[in-house]
C-alpha cells in the first residue's frame, strides 16, 4: 500500500514538534506536603519545579561567581550540617572579611513562608537572593556582572539551556533557579516527625519537655512548621552597637519596634548562634532567656506571664528540642555541594 506524501510531511511535523518540546522542557519535580501539614505558600504555577531547575540552582547556590571577587557563595554563609546557617560566628561574614548586621537566618522548609529576611523586608523567595548579591557587606556584586560572567561560563550556558531551554542567561533565570533550589530544602523526617507518625516514642523526659513547650513556646513557633509568619519583640534589648529596631525599619510603624521574625526550631540543635543578633550560644540560654520575662507590657501575651521552668524543666525543655533534629535533611547528598 503507497503513503501519501502529506501524510510523511504531517510525521515529520510532530517529529519536529517533539524534538522541540524535549529539548524545551525539563523533568518535572513536585514537592510532597506531608499529611497534615499545611499548603505550600509558595506559587509553583509561576515557577514549576524540575529537576534540571533544581540541579542549575544547586550549582549557583555553591558557586562564588556570585560574588564581586569570587570568594564568597550562599553556601558560605548557609551551610547544610548546620541546617543551611553559619555557628562559626556572631554575625553573617561577607567578601574582604566584612562583617554583617545579623545572624544568618536557617534555610528550611522555605515553600511555608511568606516573609524572609529578620525583618520580613522581601516577601518573595525568587527576590530574595538580590540582598545578599548586591548587598556591600556580603556579595557586594550586580546581577548584570553576575549574568555577564555566567554568559562567558561553557558549564552555564550548557546548564541554562537544559532548565530553560536554550542558553539565554537573565537575572530572572539565575533567581528562578535558586528558588527551586531553595524551596527544595524540605525536612520532615526528625524524631519528632516519626513520633507523630507513630512510627517511634518520645523518652519520658522528650515527653515532659513536649508538654513544656506546647504550654509556653507553641503559640508563636507553631507545628508542624515550628515557626509562624509572626514577627514578635523577645525580650531582648537593644544592641548599642548595631542599633537595629527590627521590622519598624520596613514599616515605619512604632509597633513593630523591635520585632523580628519568629524562626523555625526545626534542626535548632545546630542552628546556633540564636538570636537576630546570635547573641546566644546555647539552647540553655535561650531558655534561661526567656525563663527570666515576664509582666513586661512590651512583650507580646505570650510572654507577658513567666514561665517559672525549674532546672529539670529546662533540661527536658532542651531534650525535647533536639528531636526536632532531621539528620536525613542535614547530610542529605542532594542538597549538597554538587559534583561536577
Same mark, same amino acid.
Given at each position: 500500500?503507497?503513503?501519501?506524501?502529506?501524510?510523511?510531511?504531517?510525521?515529520?511535523?510532530?517529529?519536529?514538534?517533539?524534538?522541540?518540546?524535549?529539548? #524545551?522542557?525539563?523533568?518535572?519535580?513536585?514537592?510532597?506536603?506531608?499529611?497534615?501539614?499545611?499548603?505550600?505558600?509558595?506559587?509553583?504555577?509561576?515557577?514549576?519545579?524540575?529537576?534540571?531547575?533544581?540541579?542549575?540552582?544547586?550549582?549557583?547556590?555553591?558557586?562564588?561567581?556570585?560574588?564581586?571577587?569570587?570568594?564568597?557563595?550562599?553556601?558560605?554563609?548557609?551551610? #547544610?550540617?548546620?541546617?543551611?546557617?553559619?555557628?562559626?560566628?556572631?554575625?553573617?561574614?561577607?567578601?574582604?572579611?566584612?562583617?554583617?548586621?545579623?545572624?544568618?537566618?536557617?534555610?528550611?522548609?522555605?515553600?511555608?513562608?511568606?516573609?524572609?529576611?529578620?525583618?520580613?523586608?522581601?516577601?518573595?523567595?525568587?527576590?530574595?537572593?538580590?540582598?545578599?548579591?548586591?548587598?556591600?557587606?556580603?556579595?557586594?556584586?550586580?546581577?548584570?556582572?553576575?549574568?555577564?560572567?555566567?554568559?562567558?561560563?561553557?558549564?552555564?550556558?550548557?546548564?541554562?539551556?537544559?532548565?530553560?531551554?536554550?542558553?539565554?542567561?537573565?537575572? #530572572?533565570?539565575?533567581?528562578?533557579?535558586?528558588?527551586?533550589?531553595?524551596?527544595?530544602?524540605?525536612?520532615?523526617?526528625?524524631?519528632?516527625?516519626?513520633?507523630?507518625?507513630?512510627?517511634?516514642?518520645?523518652?519520658?523526659?522528650?515527653?515532659?519537655?513536649?508538654?513544656?513547650?506546647?504550654?509556653?513556646?507553641?503559640?508563636?513557633?507553631?507545628?508542624?512548621?515550628?515557626?509562624?509568619?509572626?514577627?514578635?519583640?523577645?525580650?531582648?534589648?537593644?544592641?548599642?552597637?548595631?542599633?537595629?529596631?527590627?521590622?519598624?525599619?520596613?514599616?515605619?510603624?512604632?509597633?513593630?519596634?523591635?520585632?523580628?521574625?519568629?524562626?523555625?526550631?526545626?534542626?535548632? #540543635?545546630?542552628? &546556633?548562634?540564636?538570636?537576630?543578633?546570635?547573641?546566644?550560644?546555647?539552647?540553655?540560654?535561650?531558655?534561661?532567656?526567656?525563663?527570666?520575662?515576664?509582666?513586661?507590657?512590651?512583650?507580646?501575651?505570650?510572654?507577658?506571664?513567666?514561665?517559672?521552668?525549674?532546672?529539670?524543666?529546662?533540661?527536658?525543655?532542651?531534650?525535647?528540642?533536639?528531636?526536632?533534629?532531621?539528620?536525613?535533611?542535614?547530610?542529605?547528598?542532594?542538597?549538597? &555541594?554538587?559534583?561536577?
Amino acid at each position: 500500500m503507497r503513503i501519501h506524501w502529506k501524510y510523511y510531511s504531517i510525521l515529520g511535523f510532530l517529529i519536529l514538534i517533539c524534538l522541540a518540546f524535549s529539548k #524545551q522542557f525539563s523533568t518535572p519535580l513536585y514537592l510532597e506536603v506531608p499529611k497534615g501539614w499545611p499548603k505550600p505558600i509558595y506559587d509553583f504555577t509561576k515557577n514549576p519545579l524540575s529537576e534540571e531547575g533544581f540541579q542549575l540552582g544547586r550549582h549557583l547556590f555553591y558557586d562564588p561567581i556570585l560574588s564581586r571577587d569570587n570568594t564568597i557563595s550562599c553556601s558560605s554563609c548557609h551551610l #547544610q550540617q548546620t541546617g543551611f546557617t553559619h555557628v562559626d560566628h556572631d554575625l553573617s561574614h561577607g567578601i574582604e572579611g566584612r562583617i554583617g548586621t545579623r545572624n544568618s537566618l536557617a534555610l528550611i522548609n522555605l515553600a511555608w513562608n511568606k516573609n524572609f529576611h529578620w525583618d520580613g523586608g522581601v516577601n518573595s523567595l525568587e527576590v530574595q537572593p538580590i540582598n545578599p548579591i548586591e548587598s556591600p557587606f556580603e556579595m557586594d556584586e550586580k546581577l548584570e556582572n553576575v549574568v555577564a560572567k555566567l554568559q562567558r561560563s561553557d558549564k552555564y550556558r550548557n546548564l541554562f539551556a537544559k532548565a530553560f531551554g536554550d542558553e539565554k542567561i537573565t537575572s #530572572q533565570r539565575i533567581l528562578k533557579a535558586l528558588a527551586q533550589f531553595t524551596v527544595s530544602l524540605k525536612s520532615t523526617n526528625s524524631k519528632y516527625d516519626k513520633v507523630m507518625r507513630k512510627e517511634t516514642v518520645f523518652s519520658e523526659q522528650e515527653q515532659k519537655g513536649y508538654v513544656l513547650f506546647k504550654n509556653n513556646c507553641a503559640s508563636c513557633h507553631i507545628e508542624p512548621l515550628f515557626s509562624s509568619d509572626k514577627f514578635e519583640r523577645n525580650g531582648l534589648a537593644i544592641d548599642e552597637t548595631l542599633n537595629d529596631e527590627g521590622r519598624i525599619k520596613i514599616t515605619h510603624r512604632e509597633e513593630d519596634y523591635l520585632r523580628f521574625k519568629v524562626p523555625t526550631l526545626r534542626n535548632i #540543635q545546630f542552628t &546556633f548562634p540564636y538570636m537576630h543578633d546570635g547573641r546566644f550560644k546555647t539552647l540553655s540560654e535561650v531558655i534561661k532567656h526567656y525563663n527570666s520575662l515576664g509582666h513586661d507590657k512590651n512583650l507580646p501575651k505570650e510572654l507577658a506571664k513567666p514561665m517559672n521552668l525549674s532546672d529539670n524543666d529546662r533540661v527536658d525543655l532542651v531534650l525535647f528540642l533536639k528531636t526536632l533534629t532531621d539528620n536525613e535533611f542535614l547530610f542529605d547528598k542532594r542538597y549538597s &555541594f554538587p559534583k561536577e
